[in-house]
Structures are given as structure tokens and as C-alpha cells.
């Protein structure tokens, strides 16, 4: 008789996905049908790509009106999807009722939403219903760009006694027209990383880019800046999704993408490349040095326009002067390839450090 190999456990499957560096999570915005969640899974499932699957089953919405998600139903088919496919899924939690509904399904894994995480009574209401339970838990950021609030609510799980926790950066509500749905941050999320560096950090490029043209942009971006994976709205039937229509992808496409990211390493193994990086960190450190030290000097310079400034009773911010400045700066940019953006940001910079420094002169 042959030895069967057994089937691993869902928990050792879970635990190995949590673990695997990219880390892939898709899956539709929201669970709708039997139908759809059991095809989407086994397409998903073919892709050979997708380590855990993820469906709103509640659906925090801006505006009521539109679909607030299938409810507790939808758990059911969940857990019927993940007997064909045993790959493990992960559910949006918000309250604890939804909580011990997850966990009544045996819900793999949960995460807190964008619009959860801003609110410390919601967090702290999931982190108790948490409490003694061993299921990971991801956390989005929340939708305003307060890097404490995120932090609170990882405190509140990781004190209810949540070992397995992962960060989710989604991008942040703005005002007006932008080019995203939620404008990235991309520096929120690497002092985030900075902060807690044992924390895995993945990427939802669906939430950011909310439109499917820019889609891989966001996702190669994030994974050149070294996060451990992505979580990617994916739909059968992208633009008749009940919910986020715009911003899903088939199985398919979904596949496709993963092929076309160029995935990059953070450690330099290879003793030649270790070499070559040095010398040109090096070259960085020294012109580094050097922009230093004539920034130091510029301002000494301002110093001097201070003291003429004050002596003579004239106002430190000149309009027109500055205005020529920044007109200089962006055409001599264009020729060094720096983005209108960039040099705005440093003469802003520049410009409020000379003023500070004036100012103190002036009331010397
Ligand atoms: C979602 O993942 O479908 C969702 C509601 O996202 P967020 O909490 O980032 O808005
Ligand atoms: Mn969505």
C-alpha cells in the first residue's frame, strides 16, 4: 500500500502564506454570489499566485444606498471555496459581532479596514472580541494620514494578545481632484516601516490607484521600495462588481501583472554588486557632504540680507524676488532632469530656513 502524504492543516497553510516573501492576497472587493466567490476562487486558485484570498463580506460605504455587503451569508461560501481550494481567506472585521461571526466560519485571517482604524472605540471593540483568539490580523492604515492612530490600533491588537500582525498601506483620503483614489504617502509608510520594522508591511495598490490603469505602477513602486507583498481586488466580472468596480482585474490580468512585476531583493549577496554599491554610496555620502556645507553657507549669506534687512526696515519676504527664484531654479531643473515637483519641495525648504534664520535676526 502506498503512504498518503496528509493534506496540510489550514492553520499550516495559513501560517506558511503569512510567511511567504511576496506575500499575495486577492480576491473581490466584495463577496456577492454563491457563484461568484466559488469560479473567482478556482480561477484564482489556477493562477498558482495567490497565497490568501480576500472578500468583503460587510462593507463600510461613504454614502448608504450602495451595497453594504452580502453579511454573514457570504462566510458560508467562503469556507465552501477553501474546501476546493485550500487556500485561506481573509474577511474585513469591524465590530465584534463580526468578529465572532469570522471566527464562527473559521475565518483564516482578518483585517481591520481604513475607516475602522481611525476610530479607537471601533479598534479597541475588535481587539477585545480578539482577545485569546490565535488568528492573524492585518491593519490598514487609517484614511487620514496620522501615523499614531495606526500605531494605536496595532498597540490595542498586539495587547489583546494578536501575535501574527501585518500592516496593509492603502493611501489616504484627500480633498479635491488628485491623480489616486487615496493618495499613497509612500513616506508615511516608510517611517512606518522604520518605526516597526518587525511589522510585515504589505501594499493594496487597489484602494490606492482606485482605477485599473495605474494599477501596476502602484504595485511595482511598492515593491520597489521593499514591501513584503500585495493585496489586489480581483472580479469575474470587473466592471459589474457591486462594489469598487473601476478599480478590479480579473483572474487573469491579475496573473499577467504578477508576471510583468519585476521583483526586486534587499539584501546584496553577490560580493562584486556589494562592492559596486559601496563605491556609489560612497559618491552619494560625499556629494551629500558637500550639499551640506554650501546649504550652510547660503544661509550664512541670508544672515548678512538679514542684517541689511533689519538696518534698512524692510520686510524679510520679498514676493518678487522669490518668485524669480523659483523661475530660475525650474528652468535650470529641467536641464538636470529634476521634476518641477522636486525643486519646489527644496527651494520651499531652503526658502523657510532662510526666513527662520532672518527672523532671528531681525528680532536680535
Ligand atoms: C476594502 O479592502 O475593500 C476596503 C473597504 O478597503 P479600505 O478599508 O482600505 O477602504
Ligand atoms: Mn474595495
Redesign the pocket.
Known amino acids: 500500500m502506498e503512504a498518503t502524504i496528509p493534506k496540510p492543516s489550514i492553520k499550516e497553510v495559513t501560517q506558511k502564506a503569512w510567511n511567504k516573501r511576496p506575500l499575495i492576497i486577492s480576491g473581490p472587493?466584495?463577496a456577492e454570489t454563491e457563484e461568484q466567490v466559488i469560479t473567482t476562487a478556482k480561477q484564482l486558485a489556477e493562477t498558482g499566485k495567490v497565497d490568501i484570498m480576500?472578500a468583503?463580506i460587510w462593507?463600510?460605504r461613504t454614502r448608504p444606498g450602495s451595497f453594504e455587503g452580502i453579511g454573514t451569508k457570504g462566510l458560508a461560501w467562503l469556507q465552501k471555496a477553501r474546501e476546493i481550494t485550500n487556500i485561506p481567506w481573509a474577511v474585513?472585521v469591524a465590530t465584534a459581532k463580526q468578529v465572532a461571526d469570522a471566527l464562527h466560519f473559521d475565518i483564516d485571517v482578518l483585517?481591520i479596514?481604513?475607516?475602522?482604524?481611525v476610530n479607537p472605540f471601533s479598534v479597541q471593540e475588535v481587539a477585545d472580541a480578539l482577545r485569546g483568539v490565535d488568528v492573524p490580523v492585518l491593519i490598514?492604515n487609517p484614511?487620514n494620514p496620522d501615523l499614531e492612530l495606526w500605531i494605536g490600533a496595532v498597540e490595542r491588537v498586539a495587547k489583546a494578545g494578536i501575535k501574527n500582525i501585518g500592516l496593509?498601506h492603502?493611501?489616504f483620503s484627500s480633498y479635491g481632484n488628485t491623480d489616486y483614489r487615496?493618495a499613497p504617502m509612500w513616506h508615511l509608510a516608510i517611517e512606518m516601516k522604520r518605526r516597526h520594522p518587525e511589522l510585515m508591511m504589505i501594499n493594496?495598490p487597489?484602494?490606492i490607484a482606485g482605477r485599473r490603469d495605474v494599477l501596476l505602477d502602484v504595485a511595482q513602486k511598492a515593491i520597489d521600495l521593499d514591501f513584503d507583498g500585495l493585496?489586489i481586488?480581483s472580479h469575474l466580472d470587473p466592471d459589474n462588481a457591486w462594489?469598487?468596480a473601476k478599480q478590479q482585474i480579473t483572474p487573469q490580468r491579475l496573473a499577467e501583472m504578477l508576471n510583468t512585476i519585476v521583483w526586486r531583493k534587499e539584501d546584496i549577496n553577490n560580493e562584486e554588486l556589494h562592492n559596486n554599491m559601496e563605491k556609489l554610496r560612497q559618491q552619494i555620502n560625499h556629494l551629500d557632504d558637500e550639499l551640506l556645507q554650501l546649504l550652510g553657507q547660503r544661509m550664512k549669506i541670508a544672515d548678512k540680507i538679514g542684517a541689511y534687512k533689519k538696518e534698512n526696515n524692510i520686510t524679510i519676504l520679498q514676493t518678487n524676488r522669490w518668485n524669480a527664484i523659483l523661475e530660475r531654479a525650474y528652468v535650470k531643473g529641467e536641464k538636470l532632469a529634476l521634476s518641477k515637483e522636486f525643486i519646489t519641495k527644496y527651494f520651499d525648504a531652503v526658502h523657510m530656513e532662510s526666513i527662520n534664520h532672518q527672523n532671528k535676526i531681525m528680532n536680535s
Open positions: 472587493c466584495s480576500r468583503g462593507k463600510p474585513e483585517w479596514g481604513a475607516r475602522t482604524t490598514k484614511i496593509i492603502r493611501g487615496n493594496d487597489s484602494h493585496i481586488e462594489s469598487d
